[in-house]
Structures are given as C-alpha cells and as structure tokens.
C-alpha cells in the first residue's frame, strides 16, 4: 500500500490475533459459539424483563439497556474478527474504521455509566430503603439512561472527530483485531497531543469518575450493612448486589489489567488479551451472572417457559 496522507488513506490492515494457520478453525468456532451465547443471552435478559411485571423496576430498566449495549458492543468487533478469521482478508475501509472507533468508545463508554447508575440503585435501595421508590422514580430512571447516551456520544464523538483530522503517512497496519483508538494514534504522522489530552480527561469522566461513584456506594452499602451486622441482612445485601459487583469485577478489571498494571514486553498481546475481556467475555458472561445468580430472573425464566409448554 503506498505511503499517503490520510485524504487519500483508503483501508487499513487489521493483523488480528496471533493464532497459528492450524488453530484458525478452532478460534473460529469458539468466538462464534461465544457472540451467538451473548447476543442470545443478553437478548433473553431484555425479552424477560419487557414480559415479566415482576422486572418492572429500576434496576432490571438500567439492567435492559446494559444487556442491549454488550450485544451493540461485542457487535462492533466480533463479526469483523470473525469475517477476517474466515476469509484471511484482514483490510477494513478508512471510514469502516472511523465508525469502529466510534462506536466501541460509545458502547464501552456507556457500559460505564449504566454499571455506575445500578450502583446507585443498590446504594438507594439498602441504605435509603423507605424512599426508595420517591427517590427512583421512573422520571430519574429515564434522566440517567438519557444523561448515559449523550455523554457517552458526545465522548465518542470527540474522539473520532479528533481522529479524523489526522494524517496517516506511514504503515497502515494496525496489531488488533479491531480500530483501536490508541493503535490509530502511533500510525498517524501527525500531532497527537490533543488527542492524547482528550483521552485524558475523558477518561477521567467515562471510566474513572463512574469507578469512584460506584466505589462510593459499596462504601456506603458496606457500613449500613455493619451498622445492623444481622445474618438476614447480609445475605439479603449479597443477593441484591452480588450480581451488580461481579460484573463490575469483570469489567472494571480488565479496564485496570489494560491501562494502570505495568506493562511488560508483550504489551500488544496484554492489550489484545484486556480487550477480549471486555469486548468478548464480559458481554457473554453477564446473562449468566444476572439469571444463575438472581431468583427473580430464574422465576421469570421458568413462567416463560412454562407458558410456552402449555401453549
């Protein structure tokens, strides 16, 4: 491909994972078996709570719109990938790339914030339990879903508005499997300074504020639960929030794994291996975590498919 400006830039060349011509099949199949298990998972978890009553609460709301983001997430860069296994043909178009970067930001962004508002579900409902239902009404429920999608497109936006005003005059080979925003940035010729401010500071308010809040309010539900040190009440605040804080576990420790422990000489494969976490095994583990875990998914699970036997 010949060295140009980025006018004139027409596709990059995504290199993949580093899987050996003999185990493609393999890695195939497992990352197929693995997007069909999230889409049909999260999927599921979105048909349950418009059809059950019971689900009609704030926090299987907040709970929908997370299932709907992992499908929109893991949507973003599985297909590709798995395009690219199949066919060996590994080049994504300039603006394909652009749209990629977008849109990965937009969903892991917002993943953020609806993880960071069930926090704030779980912090109202143990430690302010009379007014729960005045404080999370349905008026706040829907402010916080909205406020979640337009910070996180106005980030996203920032982004790759920024990003498409670089210059690409070097290699056009990008070591992941999908547009990463930072593999984007060592290609480009250009200065980068802004774009590494933006990252930055929109960090700080997409992953690193939201973390805080939800620390915060595992705080806050910690010391109410040891003001009453009662059996009853800490199984009852293990059942309302053990599913919330493994998925924060998940996601939040592979953002950490990524960004903030050291890195070593295989920092692409860290990368690649971080980004598999959230981008692949999160969204896929998250309908386990939320139906094995939670009585009142399994319940509404069990109507559904008893209906459907005696129909």
Not at 128 to 151: A, D, E, F, K, N
Not at 193 to 220: D, E, K, R, W
Not at 262 to 277: E, F, R, Y
Request: glycine content about 4%.
């Amino acid at each position: 491909m010949r060295k140009e400006n980025q006018s004139s830039v027409s596709e990059f060349l995504l290199l993949g994972l580093s899987i050996r011509p003999e185990q493609q099949g393999v890695f195939f199949a497992l990352f197929l078996g693995m997007y069909l298990t999230t889409v049909l998972g999260n999927l599921l978890i979105i048909l349950l709570i418009r059809l059950d009553s019971h689900l009609h609460t704030p926090m299987y709301f907040f709970l929908s719109h997370l299932a709907f983001t992992d499908v929109s997430f893991s949507s973003v860069t599985v297909p590709k990938m798995l395009m690219n296994m199949h066919t060996k043909y590994k080049s994504i178009p300039y603006a394909g790339c652009i749209s990629q970067t977008y849109f990965f930001i937009f969903c892991a962004d917002l993943d953020s914030f609806l993880i960071t508002s069930m926090a704030y579900d779980r912090y109202v409902a143990i430690c302010h339990p009379l007014h729960y239902t005045i404080i999370m009404s349905q008026r706040i429920c829907v402010m916080l879903v909205v406020g979640s999608w337009v910070i996180s497109c106005a980030c996203a936006l920032m982004h790759t508005l920024l990003l498409a005003r670089l210059s690409f005059c070097a290699d056009y080979t990008i070591p992941h499997f999908f547009c990463d925003l930072a593999a984007l940035l060592k290609l480009s010729c250009s200065d980068t300074s802004l774009n590494q401010l933006v990252i930055f500071t929109a960090g700080l308010t997409a992953v690193m504020l939201p973390f805080l809040c939800i620390v915060v309010s595992y705080g806050h539900i910690g010391a109410t639960i040891l003001r009453v040190p009662s059996a009853k009440g800490i199984c009852k605040a293990l059942s309302t929030c053990g599913s919330h804080l493994s998925v924060v576990t998940l996601y939040y420790g592979a953002i950490i794994g990524l960004y903030f422990l050291p890195s070593s000489n295989n920092t692409n494969n860290k990368n690649i291996i971080a980004s598999l976490m959230y981008t692949v095994v999160t969204p896929m583990l998250n309908p386990f975590i939320y139906s094995l875990r939670n009585k009142d998914m399994k319940g509404a699970l069990r109507k559904l498919l008893s209906k459907k036997t005696y129909s």
